[in-house]
């Protein structure tokens, strides 16, 4: 089989690191190029010197796309839109992951109201997918562009899509509390997330707006249109990586026992290589560490209440493994090629 050329945007960010130290154990990648912002010219060995590479550094240049099958983009949100229409003009075939925000959102409005910045080729949204595999595999098999969902999204929807599609207009109220480790907020610095001020405490954030309420109420929306607004806190733990969701789900009406809600999950992720469904025990970052899994349980707390629980590792399954798992479906590679017993990164 031929190799596909890849390259990365942003290999110095901790998604961008992730994906480097995934990508080195996939058979069918030849990786070819890696950018930095502030460290271009330097070798990749000399930064991190567990990664065996004699890859140097490079400035973000779109000419490259004439040399690439794919790139992953891991740059701030505002970045990609501002080159993604050069990367086309130099290679109209090449596929992109954008593990950012810019790709996200069919609708400019909602996306620079919650980002606060323009879109710079709004032209290319209708074209790109949401590349949740699990949910939309089959628009992914055919994309050029996909917009790799956020790490809070990707835990709280996988935990959502199965009670939502099948109780579509009886959902009276969605209330989802998350807690991340530290490496959600990436490598940049900034003293709220020092060693002193984030150690031995737990942070609430973001509560009266998130900017991933947008992307999963859209999301959500195209599963029931009657669906209610999600209400979400974010919290930040003095831990390195993880999330861990706590979602807590209203109905209007009864609900069936506990073991055939259940039932409904085991049956919507039977096939899936990453979303367990656990039997007994509740799901931990520690049980998803360094994988790109993501453990699920529901628990039924009333007639109409229930609690879904998810857990994902934010750097894996909520960025970098996702957006190489996408990769495979796109190239038709098995799914989960390199995606297993990741080796542990920061
Ligand atoms: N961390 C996480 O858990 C998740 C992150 N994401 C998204 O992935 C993307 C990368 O995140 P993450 O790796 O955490 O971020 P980091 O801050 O760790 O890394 C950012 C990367 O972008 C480069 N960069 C910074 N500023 C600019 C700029 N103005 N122009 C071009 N390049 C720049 C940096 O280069 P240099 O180091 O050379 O300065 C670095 O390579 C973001 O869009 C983030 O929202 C998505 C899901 C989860
Ligand atoms: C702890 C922390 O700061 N987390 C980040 C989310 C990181 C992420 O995955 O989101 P994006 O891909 O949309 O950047 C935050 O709350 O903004």
Do not use: W
């Not at 973000?60 to 050069?86: H, M, N, Q, Y």
């Not at 080729?121 to 628009?139: A, F, Q, W």
């Amino acid at each position: 089989m031929n190799k596909v050329k890849v390259g990365i945007f942003g290999a110095t960010g901790y998604a961008g690191l992730n994906i480097f130290r995934i990508l080195s154990n996939h058979p069918y990648v030849d990786l070819k190029y890696l950018s930095s912002h502030s460290y271009s010219g330097e070798s990749y060995k000399k930064l991190f010197p567990s990664f065996n590479t004699d890859m140097v550094l490079k400035t973000s240049d779109p000419e490259i796309a004439r040399d690439l099958d794919a790139c992953f983009v891991a740059l701030p949100a505002g970045e990609t839109s501002k080159f993604v229409t050069k990367l086309i003009e130099y290679n109209n075939n090449i596929v992109i992951i954008d593990l950012g925000a810019d790709f996200r959102f069919k609708d400019k409005e909602i996306y620079e109201k919650t980002y606060g910045i323009k879109h710079n080729c709004p032209e290319i949204l209708t074209s790109s997918v949401y590349g949740l595999p699990e949910i939309n595999r089959e628009k992914i098999k055919k994309a050029k562009i996909i917009g790799n969902p956020g790490c809070y999204p990707t835990s709280i929807l996988l935990g959502l899509y199965p009670i939502i599609d099948r109780f579509k207009g009886s959902i009276e109220n969605i209330i989802a509390d998350s807690k991340s480790g530290v490496s959600g907020a990436g490598r940049k610095l900034s003293k709220e997330f020092l060693f002193c001020e984030v150690n031995e405490s737990v942070r609430p954030y973001g509560a009266k707006f998130h900017r991933h309420q947008p992307e999963m109420n859209d999301q959500i929306r195209l599963i029931s249109k009657d669906a209610p607004e999600l209400i979400f806190t974010p919290h930040l733990i003095p831990m390195q990586r993880g999330i861990l969701s706590t979602i807590y789900v209203f109905f209007k009406e009864d609900l069936p026992e506990e073991e055939k809600l259940k039932r409904l999950y085991y049956e919507r992720y039977k096939d899936e290589k990453f979303v367990q469904i656990l039997e007994n025990e509740l799901p931990t970052t520690a049980m998803v560490r360094s994988s790109n899994l993501c453990a699920i349980n529901i628990c039924k707390t009333s007639n109409n209440t229930i609690k879904i629980f998810s857990a994902i590792d934010n750097l894996i399954k909520g960025a970098s493994g996702q957006a190489v798992q996408n990769l495979n479906i796109i190239f038709g590679f098995p799914e989960e090629l390199s995606l297993t017993n990741i080796p542990e990164v920061i």
